[in-house]
């Protein structure tokens, strides 16, 4: 049953995949198996991402399908099941932009890879970061933008990042415009071309 | 305005091509003098040979695509101004034009700020308004068709445009929604249903409020007419264009969002392809009759939701290509040249583009590789591109000029026009000048 389910998933039936969790929790299966088997899926459509085989429509559906899965499955978790993380990374799009598609790929990406990713949202301003990684102890920061406008923020935002102190904090950077030169105006300490870059980087900061 | 021949039935797609063109490059123009004129007339026939695809003397490079806003920002111009004060653009537009003799014509897009105002229109934010004043237009997504609604667009889909969408993006339109429905105005006493709307208090302030802002626009569209026919006369002919974009980025960027379209595809295939193919004679009608009326001979799409990434190539061929390509090819037979604005990259869709006749396209690109695009379309299509927004923005002179020296030599022989792959906002002029001045010998 939990092969259906990841089938499901995987194959974008979103209808049967929501039928399916509902009938493996009636049945009396576990809701934390139920949420490995998604874990399972989403790390099957990450690697078809990885490999040019899965697109953005795809993810955004799977993100969806999750959401609709999980509503169904947390009420019947008694104890979070902690599962190891390998680092914590304050993700977000920074001040003044609202593109956040590529910006929730990364944190797909980033959280089937095993991070743990705090997901700031849209247009962020430079304190909510610094607020966020002080609050957290995370190591690690990806800033998302797509506007040449937001080339500023970010480079305000890595600014205050290094004022309050958290210079042992990684930055990365990326979206549609941001390139090495971007990098290099803003001061991070480096730059991915996609969402796979994200995650080498912050595996190679782990 | 295009007037068609005579013998227009009888012609091909490419001598109607050539009609408009023609009328395009003839258009009266009101030189300031004998200089401007000789000026102009040498960079339109440049500018005709690159489009008819004819040897030619030199690439030329087009500051419109990237540089719009920051021409007159160099000169103090904020994004409000650019909204709401189009006379206070012309000075700074014309000093550009004369100081950087570029090819072409550039000028910011013509945002009607106070017409939005007064309808209230919803899609946009925008500098003065909900945006502070340094900044100049931004749409905001919403769902202004919701996925049950797919059905009701394509059986109609100017009925749902006038009396659903509209009113939903223009709150100051809502009482179209009190119309009846035109097609069944047949017997004399139909007129009685089709005229009440007019005798009621909402519709009447709607219309009084309307003609209010008609006159608004009509100033604008005078001021900003006179600059563009002083920027002519000075010497600098514009491309020609009537924007216009896919039947699915219609849909998804204006009614459904983004995510919403991209899962459409998956929830509601049939809908989304039959409104998709709905779209089809309305978008041929509407720029054809464009064309006719402006005599631009180009339809300018800007390209969102087919790029590499958004959705399968397969996907791209039955939800975005197939309506997208109907409406291309009944341009071309129209003689209408299909410029497209491609933004993201598209790496993966060379070769749906290289199926459309010889001639009938304008490629422009962003983050495709000008390689492959040497390969695949040169030899069939003119090509623009893709000198980055980053680079205009942090990069220094030297490497502007090395990369548009390496595009100059990649498009050796073919039918190139030197462009950056997006707009941006600051860069310097130094960095500008050495774009303009790449094509130069
Ligand atoms: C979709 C879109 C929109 C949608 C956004 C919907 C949403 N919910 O996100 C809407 C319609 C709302 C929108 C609005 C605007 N947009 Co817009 N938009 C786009 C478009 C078409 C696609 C962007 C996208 O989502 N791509 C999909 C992602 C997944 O692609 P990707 O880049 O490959 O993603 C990877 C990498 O970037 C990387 N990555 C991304 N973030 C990060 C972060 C880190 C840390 C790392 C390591 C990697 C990384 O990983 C990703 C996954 O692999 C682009 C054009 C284009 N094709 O690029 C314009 C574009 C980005 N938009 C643009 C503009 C101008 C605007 C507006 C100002 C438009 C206007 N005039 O109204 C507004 C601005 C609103 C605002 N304040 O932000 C311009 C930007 C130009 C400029 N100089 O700034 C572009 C380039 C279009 C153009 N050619 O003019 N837009």
Redesign the interface.
Known sequence: MSKELIDAIVDMREEDAVKITAQLLDGGTDPLVVLDACREAMGVIGMRFETGESFISELILAGEILSQISAIVKPRIQKGGAEKKIGKVILGTVQGDIHDIAKDIVGFMLDVNGFEVTNLGVDVPPAKFVEAVKSSGAKIVGLSGFLTLAFDPMKDTVAAIKAAGLNEVKIMIGGGQIDENIRQYTGADAYGKDAMAAVALAKSWS | MFIRPDNWNQMSPLERRKARLDAWQNAPVPFINPQAEANYKERIERLRKIYDMEPHDRPIADPFMGANEYIVRRKGINGKDMVYNHEKLREPLLEFHNEFQPDTSAMPLPYPGKVMDMLDYKSYIWGGQKLPDN?TI?A?EGEYMTGDEYKEFAADPTNFWMKKYLPRVMPTLAPLAMLTEFPRVSENVDIIDLMVPFGLPPFQAMLKTLMEAGDELMKMLAIVGQTGAMIAGAGFPGMGFNIVKTPFDYLGDTVRG??GI??D???RPNDLLAACEAYVPVLINAVISASDRNGAPCALYVLHKGAD????QA?FEKFYWSTWKQVMLALYEEGITSYLFIE?SYNNRLENLAQMPEKSLVCHFDKTDMRRVKEVLSDKFIIAGNV????M???TVD?VRAYCADLVELFEGSSYIMTH??????TTDEKLRAFIDSVKK
């Open positions: 900044l931004q905001v983004t995510k991209l899962t595809m998956y929830r990434g958004f959705m399968s996907q993201g980055p927004a980053s680079l923005t942090a990069g490497e792959g997006c707009y941006f906002e600051n």
